[in-house]
């Protein structure tokens, strides 16, 4: 049938689609045990749009675009080199939209998008093709 080989290098993170993520911990707390330093998790959030005030609310007291911030974030300090975004647009409002674009950006490793946003890719090209 065929074999999977997966590199020892390879740090893989899933975005899941129409996942509300409505967890009574604080995202400080869900954190807390990555890889990534504390203080740069507080840096990544904060990038993210994510306050202090936020970082250490319970998630499911924040909207659902804050939600999908405190998702990215999580996914982010677990320092993957691969991303896997199912529909990452689904829910989100202009302004989380806009730091996702960003975030996708400035990303550092691989990451791949299923979604039928087609207004996502046609404005930010740049997320089809990188140097």
């Known amino acids: 049938m ?4 997966r590199s ?3 740090r893989m993170a899933y975005l899941q689609q129409d996942s509300q993520w409505k967890m009574n911990q604080p995202l400080e707390d869900l954190v807390s045990e990555a890889p990534t330093p504390p203080w740069k998790c507080e840096m ?10 936020m970082f250490r609310q319970p998630i499911n007291e924040l909207s659902g675009g804050y939600r999908m911030r405190c ?3 999580h996914l982010l300090v ?3 080199n691969l991303l896997l975004l ?3 647009t689904n829910y989100l409002d202009l302004e989380t939209l806009l730091v996702l674009e960003k975030s996708l950006q400035e990303f550092e490793g691989a ?4 979604s ?12 089809h093709f990188r140097n």
Do not use: M
Not at 2 to 5: A, I, M, Q, S, Y
Not at 111 to 114: A, I
């Open 86 to 88: 199912d529909e990452p």
């Open 2 to 5: 065929g074999d999977v080989v």
């Open 116 to 127: 039928h946003d087609r207004e996502f890719f046609k404005e930010n090209d740049t997320l």
């Open 111 to 114: 990451f791949f998008t299923v």
């Open 78 to 80: 677990q320092q993957p």
């Open 8 to 10: 020892s290098e390879l």
């Open 71 to 73: 998702q990215l974030v």
């Open 44 to 53: 990544i959030a904060e990038s993210l749009g994510i306050n202090a005030e």
